[in-house]
């Protein structure tokens, strides 16, 4: 009895050190190093060197995920995918969206409604070309997906437009 007590007890200390270490990150500015989900899982969040991304990553691929670039309309692989499966971040794997959220936008960029999960990704102020706009990062490894926009369907009114190079699909 006394060893699952103390396996409890520091079960509960070792959850209320890892959430108190989230939330002084998050007031500091900074992303705590790992993501803590509704279930309580923690998953490390992935840290490389810019040099180490450009080892691994192609030219065109830098120049989205890593520099915020964007691809021209149309010219991306999954703008045009209608096939059922997940959408993971072509960086580090980490499930993004499903593609049951996919939905025809027109704009020449695969369109989701919402991501994956709440976790997947963080949403950034982006006041970089003089409007304001909201960037879409991968929230293990930090990479630029795209924008979300509030002109997307029902059920969320979300628009989360997402270069093809971010992403890498997963058929069902």
């Given at each position: ?8 007890f520091?079960?509960?200390?070792l959850?209320?050190t890892?959430c108190n270490?989230?939330?002084q990150?998050?007031?500091?500015g900074?992303s705590p ?9 923690s998953?490390?969040?992935i840290h490389?060197s810019?040099k180490?991304?450009?080892?691994e990553l192609?030219e065109p691929e830098?120049?989205?995920?890593r ?9 991306g692989e ?10 993971v971040?072509?960086?580090c794997g ?15 960029w ?5 991501p994956a999960?709440g976790y997947s990704v963080e949403?950034?102020k982006d ?5 304001i706009?909201t960037e ?15 002109d997307g369907p029902?059920?969320t009114?979300l628009?989360y437009?997402i ?7 997963k058929?069902?």
């Amino acid at each position: 009895m006394k060893i699952m007590q103390t396996l409890t007890f520091f079960a509960a200390l070792l959850l209320t050190t890892s959430c108190n270490q989230a939330q002084q990150a998050q007031q500091s500015g900074e992303s705590p190093s790992f993501i803590l989900t509704p279930a309580g899982d923690s998953i490390p969040r992935i840290h490389k060197s810019e040099k180490e991304w450009q080892a691994e990553l192609s030219e065109p691929e830098y120049y989205v995920l890593r520099e915020a670039g964007t691809e021209r309309a149309f010219t991306g692989e999954y703008w045009d995918n209608h096939a059922e499966g997940e959408y993971v971040c072509r960086a580090c794997g980490f499930p993004l969206f499903d593609g049951s959220t996919k939905f025809e936008s027109g704009t020449g960029w695969p369109s989701f409604y919402a991501p994956a999960h709440g976790y997947s990704v963080e949403e950034i102020k982006d006041s970089s070309l003089g409007m304001i706009r909201t960037e879409v990062r991968c929230a293990r490894c930090g990479s630029h997906l795209g924008h979300v926009f509030n002109d997307g369907p029902k059920p969320t009114g979300l628009r989360y437009c997402i270069n093809s190079i971010s992403l890498k699909f997963k058929p069902e």
